[in-house]
């Protein structure tokens, strides 16, 4: 008996276009390339800043302000500035505490809460109690009050 191999990967959308029709080919590429149209127009902004950026240096960086889209540039000096301002309050804050509460242990622990604790708390005998702890799985009835009234243990 002979196992049919498979191929190692499914094939690929290029691959399996002999599946697809001609009319939903058609369509995909009429989409395909109306989307890279789309995509281009949304970065006709970003071709003007460049080109900007390539006179303003190509005319050997002088006035900026004779370029109207490297107006942009003070407003981001100013945001970078108060970015700076704000990690260099941060970074100093950590410094801070860290130097302040450098080796002080803050979290308490709590105690470890033993049988016979539990056994006074929920009043039930100590030995059940720690026998029922061994057991992986309990079955616990309780009563109206939230008592617990019967424990039995599942196979």
């Not at 990967?9 to 697809?20: E, H, Q, R, W, Y």
Request: charged fraction near 25%; include cysteine; charge should be positive.
């Amino acid at each position: 008996m002979t196992k049919e191999k498979k191929p190692l990967f499914l094939p690929t959308i290029i691959k399996s276009s002999g599946n697809v029709t001609m009319l939903v080919r058609i369509r995909d590429a009429v989409l395909t390339v109306a989307l890279w149209f789309i995509y281009l127009y949304l970065l006709h902004d970003c071709y003007f800043f460049a080109m900007d950026i390539f006179h303003w240096l190509h005319d050997g960086t002088g006035e900026a302000r004779a370029y109207p889209k490297l107006r942009i540039f003070q407003t981001m000096k100013d945001y970078s500035l108060g970015l700076l301002l704000l990690a260099t309050v941060f970074i100093g804050w950590a410094q801070y505490n860290r130097i302040r509460f450098a080796g002080k242990k803050r979290r308490k622990t709590t105690e470890a809460v033993s049988v016979d604790d539990l056994a006074r708390m929920y009043k039930l005998d100590a030995k059940n109690l720690e026998g029922w702890q061994k057991k992986r799985s309990l079955i616990v009835h309780n009563d109206a009050k939230g008592r617990v009234t019967k424990v039995e243990a599942v196979h």
